[in-house]
């Protein structure tokens, strides 16, 4: 699309450039033709003209139309010619005659101005006609590139080719097990989500996942990034993306994956964007168009689900939504089992897995090919734990948005996060599991709560950087997104429902109930130091605690 504007940008400068030109040349010409017409002689009196002759300072006298003009060394002047004696100027001074030449010199130079006007219209016509047939040779060009047909892959990849993602895998097996066998879930009248919206940070494997399904399923599979999705169909419109699902139907049991389709589905608001919001509309009708047990499945990927427009996250569309979160300890060691799989080595693969907290998928990918890198420099044929710590920090550096911890981070971390696991679960705050590098509560299916709800989710999020302050008698920076999250909660139970002990309402109440919900969370951790301990030091050790397994330390303690 950039070469595409680039091509149709020349012939529009150009065309530009021809049209100030022209202008320039008008100007020209008119403030010749002004120049040459004017006439610049002072008009003097008879008296003045006396004082001219008596001087002797006229050196040439010219006789033009109803005007004698009076030319000297150093001007010119003009005087009626019935206003002086004609005989005695005439017969000391030269006389010119130019009786009627002024208007055969205009005439002249207005035929000139016509005939230049008419060169350059001629001119410019046919540099616009080469311009565009340019435009429209670029066009039919981009138009037999669109027109192209819809090509569906073959993936490879399976499962096995993507390790760490357990919990994802199983709630894509019945979408995989629908491909597999459609008829069986329609003689029970089943319905299955038309779309799948993988939701995570970069680099943890959504393409893969959506290749894996589809080859898993042995279906053919449509691939389709959100930004080219855009760029592709300028100009095609609604033609295009009927191609594509046209297609996939044809083609069903099929699956059709786009990916950042945050690109095409933002949520339309005051930005507009006519060709985006045409795209996304197409989509959506696409989607909607779709019957239950058509046998074609959309899997959409973003790490931005919140910038998505409504539509597209309602019911009937994408249906689903699988969150893929950074890899805990346990996904991390399969990770880099199975990118060593085919590289002979040496490698303690917990000792690497722990040292590389917060890598995704895509940086340990790139970890354990520098490793390999660095082993092949020394002169070794084997990699080693030692070559994955030599190029841990250039990694690093070049993928300065990983979260990586030290050692004494790791500890600090888990403190923190053993603290909100601690509250979360005496409070019956839901949650599926909390780690070091992430949280992960369970999504509230409730359309009502209760304030003591809504405060006891406001303690979770206040329990980290409580009890990291009591540990280390120190506040640390990573309470940033839970200290947002708790100020939100205050707001809308102070605003937005009125839960204030006043209903005329201020900051104050803010305030107070922010220090009444911290005095109570370290009451709570100071009885529940115990448990804190022993849930930090599983943190450290298993990275991830879900609720059932931080109930059981709780229950052997109390």
């Not at 507009?272 to 959409?300: H, K, P, Y």
């Not at 998505?308 to 996904?331: K, N, Q, T, V, Y």
């Amino acid at each position: 699309m950039k070469e595409t504007k680039q091509r149709f940008k020349v012939p529009v400068l150009q065309a530009k450039n021809m049209k100030i030109i022209v202008a320039l040349l008008l100007v020209l010409l008119t403030l010749l033709t002004f120049a040459m017409l004017r006439d610049t002689d002072t008009l003097i009196t008879h008296q003045q003209a006396n004082a001219l002759y008596s001087n002797n300072k006229i050196e040439k006298v010219i006789v033009d139309g109803e005007y004698i003009h009076l030319k000297t060394s150093d001007a010119g002047y003009k005087i009626y010619k019935d206003a002086i004696n004609k005989t005695a100027f005439f017969s000391k001074y030269p006389v010119e005659v130019y009786e009627g030449n002024s208007i055969m010199y205009a005439l002249l130079l207005l035929l000139l101005l016509v005939a230049s006007f008419i060169f350059l219209f001629r001119f410019v016509k046919q540099n616009r006609l080469q311009q565009l047939k340019h435009i429209r040779a670029t066009s039919k060009a981009e138009n037999e590139s669109h027109n192209e047909p819809v090509q569906a892959l073959t993936s490879s990849v399976t499962f096995k080719d993507v390790a760490g993602i357990k919990d994802v895998k199983e709630e894509l097996e019945e979408i995989i097990d629908f491909l597999k066998e459609p008829q069986k879930y329609r003689d029970l009248d089943i319905r299955l989500p038309k779309g799948v919206l993988l939701v995570g940070p970069p680099g943890v494997g959504k393409t893969l996942i959506s290749k894996a399904v589809a080859g898993e399923a042995n279906v053919p599979f449509f691939y389709q990034s959100g930004a080219s999705f855009v760029q592709i169909y300028v100009g095609m419109g609604a033609k295009r993306v009927s191609e594509l699902f046209k297609k996939a139907k044809q083609m069903a049991p099929s699956i059709i994956f786009i990916d950042e389709i945050d690109a095409v589905g933002k949520s339309r608001g005051e930005q507009r964007n006519d060709e985006r919001e045409a795209t996304l509309n197409q989509l959506l009708t696409e989607m909607d168009g779709f019957e239950d047990s058509s046998g074609v499945i959309i899997i959409g990927a973003t790490n931005k689900v919140e910038m998505l427009d409504e539509a597209l996250l309602r019911a009937g569309r994408f249906d689903r939504r699988i969150h893929i979160s950074l890899p805990d300890l346990e996904d991390r060691m399969q990770t880099l089992e199975l990118y060593l799989a085919h590289k002979p080595n040496k490698v303690n693969i917990e000792k690497v897995a722990r040292m590389t907290v917060g890598f995704n998928s895509a940086a340990l990918d790139t970890l354990t090919n520098e490793a390999a890198i660095f082993a092949m420099r020394e002169g070794r044929t084997v990699v080693e734990t030692s070559d994955f710590e030599s190029v841990k920090e250039k990694v690093l550096e070049g993928k300065r948005k990983i979260l990586s911890f030290t050692e004494e981070e790791r500890e600090i971390q888990a403190v923190y996060q053993g603290a909100k696991a601690v509250i979360a679960t005496w409070l019956d705050v839901e949650f599926d599991k909390i780690g070091i590098v992430n949280t992960r509560l369970l999504i509230q299916e409730h359309e009502i709560l209760s304030k003591s709800q809504l405060l006891s989710r406001l303690k979770m999020y206040l329990a980290g950087s409580i009890a990291t302050k009591m540990h280390y008698n120190e506040q640390f920076t990573n309470a940033a997104t839970d200290i947002v999250q708790a100020r939100e909660i205050v707001s809308k139970v102070i605003y937005t429902y009125a839960m204030g002990d006043n209903f005329m309402v201020n900051s104050q109440q803010e305030e107070d109930l922010l220090r009444d919900s911290a005095a109570e969370v370290s009451t709570l951790l100071k009885t529940l130091d115990k448990a804190l301990q022993e849930v930090s030091a599983y943190l450290l050790e298993h990275e991830n605690i879900t609720a059932e397994e931080c109930r059981v330390i709780l229950r052997k303690i109390f």
